[in-house]
């Protein structure tokens, strides 16, 4: 009996070493990937553009060219999250409260910049609002510009940044239910009222989760832009635009100094990101 009971504890043994090595080969799996194909292509970005120095990177950060590249990604950004941000509430509110007659489409809709290239994207504004497309002629006539312009940029960052808030809410707001909303109605409060003080306090972190990867989205956004934008320098240029044409004017220094811009915003949207997505695991774990 001894013999037996001596076998079973080397072999459970046994069964936590091969658990305990396999767990450590895959971690150290992870960080190797992580290494290579995240942490690297950084670091040589930061190097590149730090190649000659601060005075260089510095320059080539405050050129015209590329302060309006910046400014024309804010504008974007500026313009597009909100108005996600006012959609995502709106939408997730309909599809979570309500029961109405084309809601599955609805839903699919939200989630159609994911299944569409943002090239074909482009391409479709193109079609509809170029000089040869469906309102071409009318909107030259009113002197309207979109394509090769800021609105087109606009509505391009629109579209692809279209499913993000709403995504998040949906699935949030109707775990969360109805019932503090027919209270707070059984008590005479009115539908402004049930939002602000009901709705809202419960899937505040969760907007803001999904405004961060509206913002992140929004931000780096290249397929859809370029098509839509003409790539005037100065003009209709973002900033993954104005990398590109440094990049292939083979001034390099110049096109990672902007990269590195990029990456450090999109490293501090990462950690606006972690915090936001901490607190809601933390409401949902309530």
Excluded at 8 to 28: E, F, H, K, M, V
Aim: glycine share 8%.
């Amino acid at each position: 009996m001894s013999s037996l009971t001596l076998t079973a504890a080397s072999s459970a043994q046994a069964i936590r070493r091969s658990r305990t090595w396999g767990r450590r080969l895959l971690i150290a799996g992870a960080w190797l990937v992580f290494a290579l194909f995240l942490l690297l292509p950084l670091l040589v970005v930061l190097a590149e553009a730090l190649k000659q120095g601060f005075g260089t990177f510095f320059s080539a950060l405050l050129e015209p060219d590329a302060l309006a590249a910046l400014k024309l990604t804010l504008i974007a950004v500026g313009i597009s999250v909100p108005l996600n941000m006012l959609f995502g509430v709106a939408a997730a509110w309909c599809v979570s409260k309500y029961e109405f007659r084309g809601k599955s489409l609805l839903v699919t809709l939200i989630d159609l910049p994911f299944s569409v290239s943002p090239v074909i994207a482009g391409l479709i504004y193109v079609l509809m609002f170029g000089a040869q497309g469906w309102f071409g002629p009318w909107l030259r006539e009113h002197d309207i510009q979109i394509v090769f312009a800021v609105p087109g940029i606009v509505l391009a960052t629109l579209f692809v940044t279209v499913p993000f808030v709403a995504r998040e809410l949906i699935p949030l707001m109707q775990e969360q239910g109805t019932q503090e909303e027919e209270a707070a109605r059984l008590l005479g409060a009115n539908g402004w009222q049930m939002f602000w003080h009901v709705t809202l306090p419960n899937i505040r972190w969760g907007l803001i989760y999904g405004v961060v990867l509206c913002t992140a989205r929004a931000m780096g956004e290249f397929g859809a832009v370029s098509v839509v934008s003409g790539h005037i320098r100065g003009v209709t240029n973002t900033l993954p635009l104005h990398v590109e044409i440094l990049y292939n004017e083979y001034n390099h220094v110049a096109a990672f100094s902007v990269a590195s811009l990029l990456l450090l915003l999109a490293l501090f949207i990462l950690l606006l990101k972690q915090w936001s997505e901490r607190h809601v695991n933390a409401n949902r774990g309530e």
